[in-house]
């Protein structure tokens, strides 16, 4: 069975920087994408970001230029560095098997993929 790890996450002012850590076990990187998923209060979840490929990862626009996602392989270890947080990225961060179901110019959907129980998630709260 898959299983995620989140960990990172904490309270931090607005501007400020996270790192979010997300180890996986039985995950098999060369059939599936992996990304970061988000749940704020009283909004459903949604994707975040999404890693293709080592060198190629999407990101919904509200996002974009703030943060990055990338893999340490040899651990099996996905990041999400988080800059220039805002009080609306206050939510609880997940990991999970993602795909891209839209990618326009202006829009990009980032959905999950089930392989296996979500894991715990990682709280992060941006403080104006």
């Known amino acids: 069975e898959v299983q995620f790890v989140e960990s990172g996450g904490g309270l931090v002012q607005a501007g400020g920087s996270l790192r979010l850590s997300c180890t996986v076990a039985g995950f098999d990187f060369e059939d599936d994408a992996i990304g970061w998923f988000r749940q704020a209060p009283g909004k459903e979840r949604e994707g975040v970001s999404c890693?293709?490929?080592?060198?190629?990862?999407d990101y919904i626009d509200s996002v974009k230029g703030r943060f990055t996602i990338s893999r340490d392989g040899a651990k099996s270890t996905v990041h999400l560095q988080m800059n220039n947080l805002k009080p609306e990225d206050t939510a609880v961060y997940y990991c999970?098997?993602?795909?891209?179901?839209?990618?326009?110019?202006?829009?990009?959907?980032?959905?999950?993929?089930?392989?296996?129980?979500w894991g715990q998630g990682t709280r992060v709260i941006v403080s104006s």
């Open positions: 890693l293709l490929t080592t060198d190629d990862a």
């Open positions: 999970a098997a993602c795909r891209v179901i839209v990618r326009t110019r202006t829009s990009t959907t980032i959905n999950s993929i089930p392989r296996g129980p």
